[in-house]
């Protein structure tokens, strides 16, 4: 209901974050070729099924142990604002150690590297002792901006039966070596090809403003709609609408942006008509939302045919095409109206109050895929 000054009429946005889609991961795996010796322990040709791959995983590499046992693999995720690099190793084997470097340039000198060219293990960024048995282990790192590109160097220490009985063997991600005299590697990812497989969100500032109840006081935040406005109802002039358009800025997206929503948290949208009496008189009180492209084009409207009313929470798939030419920024226009009739009574004076749209974002995800 609407607080009284003699009639208040409050609407309260609340825009926040958005559903995950997620797309189906990657059936790529980037095998060496297989050695199958006369023990069937080391036979692991056809054996990847058996380790599951999140659906967030937009590459996978082979873990290999002393540059010929294939003991399991490497995953490479990004979900939200995070990477998340996952060593899963066959149950015959058990990680001992592991140890993670992650850069995001091109040049693979940025590892941590001797003189010498080979990498300094105990430099690396993330390290783990792990306990007898464990079989899987996650890294999750937090990314504020994804990066068009990086390369991650992942070792593990495994302990497994190979031909001398129950060994310790140092086990690299499979990829480019550093060195032609050395086992170890480092493997790149395109983030770009990675798909619809993290979202990211953008936000921008909240705003507190005042829907105008008539045309004369109708415009464009903020040249309208800063201060309160008010508007007397009479017989002789029973109906007033006013409107205000407000721009939503977003910036900062990330280059094949796409399969985005818009979501927002609705207080008090009175789609369908309100009764509001007082005094003798009875007001009959409507409000509706559009949204608008950058041309001025409709993208939705709510009004009374929506389903949903007054607190509700509303999601809407905004289509790729403002997302055009890798397009980094786009505007949205909202026109928020305000619709108020006097059907019974001689006259009321009516003023509305401040409304405000906090927590405004959208979010989406990178679009490409597995090439």
């Known amino acids: ?146 990066q068009d590109n990086y390369k991650f160097s992942a070792f593990a220490l495994v302990e497994g039966y190979g031909i001398n009985g129950l060994e310790t063997m140092d086990a690299w991600g499979f990829g480019n070596r550093f060195d032609l005299n050395n086992i170890a590697t480092y493997s790149q990812i395109y983030t770009y090809k990675c798909g619809a497989k993290y979202t990211s969100c953008i936000e921008i500032d909240d705003m507190e403003f005042y829907i105008p109840l008539q045309p004369s006081t109708s415009g464009t935040f903020p040249e309208a709609g800063t201060n309160s406005d008010d508007v007397t109802l009479a017989s002789e002039q029973s109906e007033t609408e006013g409107f205000l358009d407000v721009e939503l800025n977003f910036s900062g997206f990330p280059k094949k942006f796409g399969n985005s929503t818009l979501s927002i948290t609705f207080d008090d949208l009175d789609l369908e008509t309100e009764l509001i009496s007082s005094d003798g008189n009875l007001v009959e009180f409507f409000e509706s939302f559009q949204l608008m492209d950058e041309s001025g084009n409709l993208i939705t409207l709510l009004n009374d045919k929506h389903y949903q009313d007054g607190n509700f929470v509303w999601t809407y798939q905004l289509p790729n095409s403002l997302f055009a030419d890798d397009a980094q920024s786009i505007t949205l226009f909202v026109r928020l109206n305000a619709n108020l009739t006097l059907t019974e009574g001689d006259g009321l004076r009516v003023r509305n109050t401040m409304e405000r749209m906090i927590d405004i974002s959208i979010c989406g995800a990178l679009l490409g895929g597995i090439e």
């Not at 409050?10 to 958005?18: A, D, E, P």
């Open 1 to 146: 209901m609407k607080n009284l000054l003699t009639l208040s009429v409050i609407l309260v946005l609340t825009f926040f974050s958005c559903n995950v889609d997620q797309v189906n991961p990657s059936e790529d795996v980037f095998d060496l070729p297989v050695y199958t010796l006369e023990n069937e322990a080391f036979a692991h040709e056809g054996r990847s099924a058996a380790l599951s791959m999140d659906e967030n995983v937009c590459t996978r590499v082979n873990l290999i142990a002393n540059d010929f046992y294939k003991v399991g693999f490497v995953d490479f995720a990004m979900a939200y604002d995070k990477i998340i690099i996952t060593y899963k190793i066959y149950d015959d084997w058990s990680l001992v150690e592991t140890r993670l470097s992650l850069v995001d340039n091109v040049n693979y000198m940025d590892f941590p590297m001797s003189t010498s060219g080979e990498p300094m293990l105990d430099n690396f960024e993330y390290y783990t002792s792990h306990q007898d048995g464990i079989t899987e282990y996650s890294y999750v790192i937090e990314q504020d901006v994804f």
